[in-house]
């Protein structure tokens, strides 16, 4: 995982979260699922898939196990490289709700700084026309299906984050958000399955569970600005490795299958307070 993030930037890779010892496992996850349901309480759950380019076998395996289990996708796509054939893949699959990962993974922090394409290191005006021409590309290729929604490469820079609420484009980065009002409006993601430090294999059933759990407890307790955020699962189907992909099946099928759990529309999730531009 990442370290602090460089002042005057956001950070967009998941952390752990500190739960209690032998929490991070199955039966943890249900027990803490249990506790919503005692209090009568919806815990709503998103997904949200990063650089998504072209259709490829992996991209079958991640929209077939969305449509498995009935769970709404959103998938960041990369503009620069994004292909018509992925637009006739996703076509009519009104679950997958296609967001704008950045233009290109072009890095533009000067050298000896943490990467970043979005960052506050280049004339906002550069910033945004880069943005808009992937804002342009994605509706040629993927129309409606696009939401206003920016989840950067790495680490979005606090001045270009300010400069997207201004126009009405949320944003999905890391941790629990700051409350439900936060400009630029974000659904963040709080648990990712990937060992980027490692191997890039599966992380372990114990972090990315502790991770997931950890954020709903400290939703259903207050220890969060936003108990009303849903629980964010990052992933990237081009890395998965058959441990990532057993998890996700094993998570999918845990979490449908209880009655705390709601997963709901994309869309509808980034409908902040004042809603996102169309």
Same mark, same amino acid.
Request: aromatic share 4%; glycine share 12%.
């Given at each position: 995982?990442?370290?602090?993030?460089?002042?005057?930037?956001?950070?967009?890779?998941?952390?752990?979260?500190?739960? =209690? +010892? #032998? &929490?991070?496992?199955?039966?943890?996850? %249900?027990?803490?699922?249990? $506790?919503?349901? /005692?209090?009568?309480?919806?815990?709503?759950?998103?997904?949200?898939?990063?650089?998504?380019?072209?259709?490829?076998?992996?991209?079958?395996?991640?929209?077939?196990?969305?449509?498995?289990?009935?769970?709404?996708?959103?998938?960041?796509?990369? =503009? +620069? #490289? &994004?292909?018509?054939?992925?637009?006739? %893949?996703?076509?009519?699959? $009104?679950?997958? /709700?296609?967001?704008?990962?950045?233009?290109?993974?072009?890095?533009?922090?000067?050298?000896?700084?943490?990467?970043?394409?979005?960052?506050?290191?280049?004339?906002?005006?550069?910033?945004?026309?880069?943005?808009?021409?992937?804002?342009?590309?994605?509706?040629?290729?993927?129309?409606?299906?696009?939401?206003?929604?920016?989840?950067?490469?790495?680490?979005?820079?606090?001045?270009?984050?300010?400069?997207?609420?201004?126009?009405?484009?949320?944003?999905?980065?890391?941790?629990?958000?700051?409350?439900?009002?936060?400009?630029?409006?974000?659904?963040?993601?709080?648990?990712?399955?990937?060992?980027?430090?490692?191997?890039?294999?599966?992380?372990?059933?114990?972090?990315?569970?502790?991770?997931?759990?950890?954020?709903?407890?400290?939703?259903?307790?207050?220890?969060?600005?936003?108990?009303?955020?849903?629980?964010?699962?990052?992933?990237?189907?081009?890395?998965?490795?058959?441990?990532?992909?057993?998890?996700?099946?094993?998570?999918?099928?845990?979490?449908?299958?209880?009655?705390?759990?709601?997963?709901?529309?994309?869309?509808?999730?980034?409908?902040?307070?004042?809603?996102?531009?169309?």
């Amino acid at each position: 995982m990442p370290s602090a993030a460089p002042q005057g930037s956001i950070e967009t890779a998941p952390r752990p979260t500190a739960v =209690p +010892a #032998g &929490a991070g496992d199955w039966a943890g996850l %249900r027990a803490e699922l249990d $506790a919503w349901a /005692a209090a009568g309480r919806a815990a709503t759950l998103w997904w949200r898939d990063d650089d998504a380019v072209d259709a490829t076998p992996a991209l079958d395996r991640l929209l077939d196990r969305a449509a498995r289990s009935g769970v709404p996708l959103g998938l960041a796509v990369i =503009p +620069a #490289g &994004a292909t018509p054939t992925l637009a006739e %893949r996703l076509a009519g699959l $009104a679950s997958v /709700a296609v967001l704008q990962h950045g233009l290109s993974h072009a890095n533009h922090a000067p050298p000896g700084q943490k990467k970043a394409e979005l960052g506050d290191h280049r004339p906002i005006s550069a910033v945004l026309d880069d943005l808009d021409r992937g804002r342009r590309r994605l509706d040629t290729l993927f129309g409606p299906a696009r939401r206003p929604v920016v989840p950067p490469w790495n680490r979005i820079g606090t001045d270009v984050a300010a400069a997207l609420a201004g126009r009405g484009v949320a944003i999905s980065v890391d941790g629990p958000r700051p409350g439900p009002d936060t400009r630029p409006f974000r659904v963040n993601i709080h648990a990712d399955p990937i060992a980027w430090r490692g191997d890039r294999g599966f992380a372990g059933e114990a972090a990315v569970l502790g991770a997931v759990i950890g954020h709903l407890r400290a939703r259903r307790t207050g220890a969060v600005p936003d108990p009303g955020e849903a629980t964010g699962l990052l992933t990237h189907h081009l890395v998965h490795d058959a441990g990532t992909e057993a998890f996700l099946d094993r998570f999918l099928a845990e979490t449908t299958g209880h009655p705390a759990v709601s997963w709901p529309p994309v869309a509808d999730l980034f409908a902040g307070p004042a809603g996102t531009a169309p």
